[in-house]
């Protein structure tokens, strides 16, 4: 049997060869309409489009490096499956690296798969100075997009958006009739700061001692136990900006006789899998990690063709809270 070729989806379509081609490559100047069109008669005639001739014709790889710095984090790899979706949708090709302990040992194997092999750059998280130094000159011009990070590379940047984290505890707290509030973070996490102030913000619009509210901790190397032991018996409603904090603290508060869901409202952050697996499942703020890695994805590809030619932009991605039996009135 022949191989299906573009020209025969033009004939069949009674679109021209030139259509045909943007529709395949999703092109912005193309219809939907249009699109489903062609990706119907590619169906019917089982037309399996070759990445060789693809690239030959547009002088694009279809393919982009993604740089994690560690998979442990639950929000780089919601960050990673939203690219990867996007990347599919589009028929790229994703070269995933993760950073880990040995970064530069990492970001030298990024060079053997970046040299004229990736149309674009991605970055899920943070990267140190050095690391970020170098990445840029591996990128060698290429459009660059920062995803949920605070480095110093000169491309779009989607990030999250925790000061509103914040505010969105302090106001499902709050709302739930709960006024002696405790947010307890942190201080090491990304966006810790961010956090408090916007936690803060809502508590002085609604008449809550907001130096009283926040407690500003360093999990790693404080006995935090000791710190909130005076404080937690008379607390009606409790955060804390990780899921893992917020379920240790629910497990110090059985501890001291409170049950967490009736007459403790409990909620964390990052929607992270044992948000769901604790009981009781465990309020929390969806940092929308998916959402960032795809418009992250889709700017980058559009830099690459050239379908947007303004300045770079740094975006905030709205969180939302996901409410679940630790907080439900």
């Known amino acids: 049997m022949n191989k299906v070729t573009i020209e025969d989806i033009s004939r069949h379509t009674g679109l021209s060869r030139g259509t045909v081609s943007r529709a395949l490559n999703n092109r912005p100047d193309i219809s939907a309409q249009t699109k489903e069109r062609v990706l119907e008669a590619c169906r019917q005639l089982n037309y399996v489009p070759s990445h060789a001739a693809r690239s030959?014709?547009?002088?694009?790889?279809?393919?982009?490096?993604?740089?994690?710095?560690?998979?442990?984090?639950?929000?780089?790899?919601?960050?990673?499956?939203?690219?990867?979706?996007?990347?599919?949708?589009?028929?790229?090709?994703?070269?995933?690296?993760?950073?880990?302990?040995?970064?530069?040992?990492?970001?030298?194997?990024?060079?053997?798969?970046?040299h004229d092999r990736v149309d674009c750059v991605l970055v899920a998280g943070t990267l140190?100075?050095?690391?970020?130094?170098?990445?840029?000159?591996?990128?060698?011009?290429?459009?660059?997009?920062?995803?949920?990070?605070?480095?110093?590379?000169?491309?779009?940047?989607?990030?999250?958006?925790?000061?509103?984290?914040g505010r969105l505890l302090a106001r499902h707290l709050s709302r739930a009739g709960q006024n002696d509030l405790l947010y307890v973070v942190d201080s090491a996490r990304e966006g810790a700061s961010a956090s408090c102030e916007g936690f803060r913000e809502v508590c002085a619009e609604r008449g809550i001692d907001a130096s009283r509210a926040v407690v500003?901790?360093?999990?790693?190397?404080?006995?935090?136990?000791?710190?909130?032991?005076?404080?937690l018996p008379g607390v009606r409603a409790l955060a804390a900006n990780s899921d893992l904090l917020a379920i240790e603290l629910m497990s110090y508060c059985r501890a001291l006789g409170r049950h967490p869901g009736r007459d403790l409202f409990v909620a964390g952050q990052g929607n992270s899998d044992a948000a769901v697996e604790c009981r009781p499942q465990l309020t929390s703020v969806d940092y929308c990690g998916s959402e960032i890695g795809r418009r992250a994805f889709v700017t980058a590809v559009q830099r690459v063709t050239q379908s947007r030619t303004d300045a770079v932009e740094t975006v905030y991605a709205a969180p939302i809270l996901i409410e679940r039996e630790s907080s439900r009135a």
Do not use: K, M
């Open 56 to 114: 030959l014709a547009t002088g694009r790889c279809y393919a982009a490096a993604v740089v994690v710095p560690t998979f442990r984090d639950s929000l780089a790899a919601d960050i990673l499956r939203g690219i990867v979706q996007a990347a599919g949708e589009n028929r790229y090709t994703v070269h995933v690296t993760e950073l880990g302990e040995d970064g530069d040992a990492a970001l030298t194997t990024l060079a053997e798969v970046a």
């Open 216 to 231: 500003e901790i360093d999990a790693a190397q404080q006995d935090w136990a000791d710190v909130l032991r005076d404080r």
């Open 128 to 165: 140190p100075a050095q690391q970020a130094a170098r990445l840029t000159e591996l990128a060698d011009g290429r459009p660059i997009a920062l995803a949920a990070g605070d480095s110093e590379l000169g491309g779009d940047r989607y990030l999250v958006d925790y000061a509103e984290a």
